[in-house]
Every structure is written in structure tokens, then in C-alpha cells.
């Protein structure tokens, strides 16, 4: 590894050329302590945030507003979120990078939802730029808006849920875009029955029956919209002898050429603070991985070897061996998504296992019956309670958490099938979720 990390003509050509020799794990090291030098020579040791206010029911255009015209030096910069409510009032909350994860999470989400426009859906479920999103108010600058806070997200080691075309990605990592690469196999993860007809017409000795020639038209708000593929592609016919041109055209059209400005846009936005040299030892499926996330499912002996417990509980304690019990026995794998994303606002497992994620997963008996006093006064009540193994008697308060703090707030329930149903409940419906 520290040879690795000494920049010299040998190891910057194994990282870039053929960073696949070394093991992931290690390539992720190296990206961050790449990121945290780059800290220390933009931000310095004592470094200023930056504080802004957004408004719940305005997230995106405050977020955009706020932060898209800022240089990349201060977006690097940690940003303090303080969130207003429908009435205009501040939220509570002290934000340990919590409140901030809460905003990036939730703003990404908003601009990569198909109904904004700004990105589709392919028919596996991947999300790529949408032709069509110039009918968004400066599309361009939102692309590059976005792209900035997805590189945000990896910078800072959060995890953005969003599982991305692997065209789209591939653009990002700066493989080759130009005609000399073919998107064909690409094709089939956008269009399956594009992809279909055009290995037909590869295979097809009778072309000229088609009569097709080097244009591709679509209907669009009712109108028929005829791109050429080639200057003067509608007098150029398809024929034989240039079928595999014609076919490779049209696969580089449909996945780079009709979308090139927001995939450029996205670009300059993400590489202004997620270097290209950067990306570079990262394949394709890996870049999504840092991303999005470990794409295995919720280890639970690893979750459980890295959690601290706090007011009276500890491994070995009832509460804790329900707990486990229920999420690994009973819950289905969407219900443990849920699960995580509740405690932690992120549905996948960190990248690098449990022991990476800051702050620790936690968990923390609270008193059943809070009604008054502190949080620190119910802890201390729970924490009483849980030493003398005392379930409360009024079961109606559901477990809640604290995402700023990676914090499960667990009541001391008396019976395993309690804990299982408000568990249930709370993760399905996230009226657990505080800020504390």
C-alpha cells in the first residue's frame, strides 16, 4: 500500500492502466487518502463551513439556489444545513454531518426522479439523462448541479441510493465516447428491441428490402423528428456494404450523441471535485459501488461486531438478542433495507464494512413512558431499567432514530413480538425519525 500511494511514472501507470491488478479494498484506501490530501491542501487544517438554510417544501430550488454556482474549493467544505418546516419555523437538530446526509440524499433523490424530468428509467430500472430534459428550466445547470453533489456524496464517503445505466457510467469513467468505440452491446441495457432489430439488420443478406437509410426519426409531442446520422444521412441508403456502419451510427446516437450535452454537463460538475485521475482506477460496476453502495446483502455478524451499545444494554441482553433475531430471521430483505436506511439514512452497507461507518452503528435503550425531561433523562431512566431487566408497561411509543448519529433509540418492550411489530412498523413508516 505505501508503495502504492508514492506517485511515482511506475505506480501511476498501474493505477491508471490496469488498476484492476490491485484489490479493490486497497484502491478504495488509495482514493481516500487522495481525498483527504486534497482536504488538506484546499481546506487546510482549520476550515470554515459553510451554513445554509433550506426550505422543506423548496429543497430543490433552495439547494440550487445555494450551492450551484459555488466553486468546487468551497463545496468541499463542510456544509451545515439548518432545514425550515411548512410554517417557516427552524428544525431542531444539531447537525454532525447527519442533517447534511439527510439534505444531499433527499435533493438527489428529487433531481433523479423520472417526474423531474431530468433522468429516465431504462426497462431494467437504471436511471440515464433523458433526451427530453431541455423541458426543464436550465437542464444543463442542473446536470452539472447534480453531478457536483453525487461527487459531494463520494467525496465525503456517503451513499447515494440510485442504481445508474451502465452506459451512463461508463461516460463518467472516460471510456472511449468516440465512433472508434461500439455502444452496441451497450444498446441492449436501453433498448432491447432496438438492439434486437439492429443485430437483424447486421444478419440480414436482403437490406435494401428495408429501405432504410442513415437517419433515425421518433415521434415526439407529436411530431415526427428526423435526426441524421451522417451529414445528409436521408439521401445516404443502407445497404450490405454499409450496414455495420449504419448499426454502430445508431447505437452511438441513442446512447451518447442525443444525450452528450447533459452527460458533459453532469461531467464538469462531478470531475470538478471527483478528479479524473481518480476515477480512473475504478471499473465501470466499481464507480457504481462507490456510488451506491456495497451491492451485497446487509451482513448481520458484521453489522453485529461493530455496534456500541449504550443506556444498560449489551450484546448478551434480551432486548439485543430479539433484535437480532427479528432483523435476521423475520425480516425480508426489502425490510432489512428499510431497517438500515432507517438508523443509518442509507439502505445499503458501507462499501468497506461496518467498522467505516462514522459515527459508529449505535444502539441505546430509552425509556418507554418519555414524557418529560431530556433526551439524557430518559437514557439515564433506560439505562436503570435495563439493568434490573424492566420492561415498561405502555407499549405504544415505536423505536426512533437519530441518522446524524447512526443511532438506534430501542424502548425496553417486555415481549420479543412487541419489539417485532413496532420495529416493523417504524421502519415502514419512518415516524421514528428524529434529529437530535
Not at 423541458?135 to 453525487?150: D, R
Not at 449504550?310 to 432489512?336: A, C, M, P, Q
Amino acid at each position: 500500500m505505501e508503495d502504492l500511494e508514492k506517485e511515482t511514472k511506475k505506480t501511476l501507470f498501474i493505477l491508471n492502466k490496469i488498476p484492476h491488478v490491485i484489490p479493490l479494498r486497497h484502491r478504495i484506501e488509495i482514493l481516500k487518502n487522495k481525498i483527504e490530501k486534497d482536504k488538506q491542501i484546499f481546506l487546510g487544517q482549520e476550515c470554515s463551513s459553510l451554513k445554509i438554510t433550506i426550505r422543506r417544501n423548496r429543497l430543490v430550488e433552495d439547494a440550487f439556489q445555494n450551492l450551484s454556482s459555488l466553486p468546487s474549493k468551497m463545496l468541499k467544505s463542510p456544509i451545515r444545513i439548518t432545514f425550515m418546516n411548512e410554517f417557516g419555523l427552524k428544525e431542531a437538530g444539531i447537525d454532525q454531518d447527519g442533517v447534511f446526509k439527510e439534505f444531499l440524499q433527499q435533493t438527489v433523490q428529487n433531481l433523479l426522479n423520472p417526474e423531474f424530468n431530468l433522468f429516465k428509467l431504462t426497462s431494467d430500472q437504471y436511471l440515464y439523462p433523458s433526451p427530453a430534459s431541455y423541458f426543464v428550466e436550465e437542464h444543463l445547470q442542473m446536470f452539472q448541479f447534480l453531478g457536483k453533489l453525487i461527487a459531494k456524496a463520494v467525496y465525503e464517503s456517503l451513499v447515494i441510493d440510485a442504481e445508474f445505466a451502465p452506459f451512463f457510467l461508463r461516460q463518467i469513467a472516460g471510456y472511449r465516447s468516440q465512433f472508434s468505440y461500439s455502444f452496441l452491446d451497450d444498446l441492449v441495457t436501453l433498448d432491447q428491441d432496438l438492439y434486437k432489430n439492429l443485430n437483424f439488420i447486421k444478419h440480414d443478406q436482403n437490406i435494401d428490402d428495408l429501405e432504410l437509410n442513415f437517419t433515425h426519426s421518433e415521434h415526439h409531442l407529436g411530431k415526427l423528428i428526423t435526426h441524421d446520422l451522417v451529414p445528409s444521412g436521408e439521401l445516404i441508403k443502407v445497404t450490405n456494404s454499409n450496414k455495420i456502419k449504419y448499426i454502430h451510427l445508431m447505437a452511438h446516437y441513442k446512447l451518447h450523441r442525443q444525450i452528450k450535452d447533459q452527460i458533459n454537463a453532469f461531467n464538469e460538475g462531478f470531475k470538478s471535485i471527483i478528479k479524473q485521475d481518480w476515477i480512473n482506477m475504478f471499473s465501470v460496476s466499481e464507480i457504481q459501488r462507490l456510488i451506491s453502495g456495497c451491492l451485497n446483502d446487509l451482513d448481520i455478524e458484521d453489522l453485529k461486531k461493530n455496534v456500541q451499545y449504550w443506556g444498560g444494554l449489551h450484546s448478551s441482553h434480551r432486548l439485543i438478542k430479539w433484535l437480532w433475531e427479528i432483523v435476521e430471521n423475520d425480516f425480508t430483505k426489502e425490510e432489512k433495507s428499510l431497517f438500515l436506511k432507517f438508523v443509518t439514512s442509507s439502505p445499503k452497507p458501507p462499501l468497506m464494512g461496518f467498522s467505516t461507518l462514522n459515527p459508529p452503528f449505535t444502539i441505546r435503550c430509552v425509556e418507554i413512558e418519555e414524557e418529560e425531561g431530556t433526551i439524557y433523562d430518559s437514557s439515564l431512566k433506560g439505562f436503570f431499567k435495563t439493568l434490573m431487566n424492566i420492561g415498561g408497561t405502555n407499549t405504544s411509543r415505536l423505536p426512533t432514530s437519530s441518522t446524524c448519529f447512526n443511532l438506534l433509540k430501542l424502548p425496553n418492550y417486555s415481549k420479543k413480538s412487541t419489539l417485532k411489530d413496532k420495529l416493523r412498523y417504524a421502519i415502514k413508516s419512518n415516524s421514528g425519525f428524529e434529529l437530535s
